[in-house]
């Protein structure tokens, strides 16, 4: 392994060497991550419905913002949309279905309220995967909305303006109901 190259510069009138960083991480990120931090997991948990995984899709968001460009002043948006996109990601490609199966099926033991809790996973499942076949735009409106996050807070992060954002909740709703009687039909 090569010794890490270094830079010199001057600080005050001294000049001051320290490694030089491949794919530097923005000075802001600390502030940044512990401003927002709550909000981008439970963006993600709202999609995902699991905070174990909502951690991890934040980690990764947060890696991806780290090395980027974007001004601070867009960060807590660009943050929002991000964890609603990876988490849709993650739902589409199917990587939950596996500890889902597994969860259910070490599910042994038998509880009082067993069928509600069945009902009640599998109505989660229904509404998640009818989710994520919604236009991504809307899928994200809606997860952002039900986030928590005012009209003027999803507009800034989708580049809407604030009017329109309840039009676009209302079709995503629409969109979601129809989606799932749609499958609820074909089950």
Known sequence: MSAPAWRSERKGGVTVS????RGAVRDDLEHIFRTTYPR?????ARVLGSRGEAEDVAQEVFL???????????AAGWLSVAAAHTALNHLRTGRRRASREEAV????AVSPDIADAVVT?????????????????QAIALV??????S???????????PGSVGTTVRRAESALRK?????????
């Open 18 to 21: 320290s490694p030089v960083r």
């Open 40 to 44: 981008v997991v439970a963006v993600a």
């Open 64 to 74: 991806t913002f780290g090395r980027s460009s974007v001004p601070a002043g867009e």
């Open 105 to 108: 099926a070490d599910g042994d």
């Open 121 to 137: 996973l599998d109505e989660r499942r229904r509404v998640r995967a009818a989710l994520a076949r919604l236009p991504r735009r």
């Open 144 to 149: 952002l909305r039900h986030s928590g996050l």
């Open 151 to 161: 009209y003027a807070e999803v507009a800034a992060a989708l580049d809407l303006s």
């Open 179 to 187: 989606e799932l009687n749609r499958h609820a039909s074909s089950d």
